[in-house]
Nanobody
Framework: QVQLVESGGGLVQPGGSLRLSCAAS????????MGWYRQAPGKQRELVAG???????NYADSVKGRFTISRDNAKNTVYLQMNSLKPEDTAVYYC???????????????WGQGTQVTVSS
């Protein structure tokens, strides 16, 4: 019933920037928290940044000051602006949304398909 579609990943040099987008669609009654996670090869998935429906944010210590999460509630979209990228940021990035669906009125997490971010010279 609900789909999250990510875009914006790619290859960038150290110090460069990328902007990820994730749009939710389907039978959505309300979206609560949204966020970005990442998983590098051989490592566990970790929370990068999260944002509530009213705009409160939290970040992993490793990205504070470099990444900014934002959302457009009218478009059901969450963004991740990534600046001063480092090779350690290389990972598959997944968006997540806590959604109350219209069809079932059930609240659960939905995940995007993942987008590859590679930081390399």
């Amino acid at each position: 019933q609900v789909q999250l579609v990510e875009s914006g990943g790619g290859l960038v040099q150290p110090g460069g920037s990328l902007r990820l987008s994730c749009a939710a669609s389907g039978s959505i009654f309300s979206i609560y928290a949204m966020g970005w996670y990442r998983q590098a090869p051989g490592k566990q998935r970790e929370l990068v940044a999260g944002i509530t429906s009213v705009g409160s944010t939290n970040y992993a210590d490793s990205v504070k000051g470099r990444f900014t999460i934002s959302r457009d509630n009218a478009k059901n979209t969450v963004y991740l602006q990534m600046n001063s990228l480092k090779p350690e940021d290389t990972a598959v990035y997944y968006c997540n949304a806590n959604i109350l669906t219209s069809a079932t009125m059930a609240l659960r997490d939905y995940w995007g398909q993942g987008t590859q971010v590679t930081v390399s010279s």
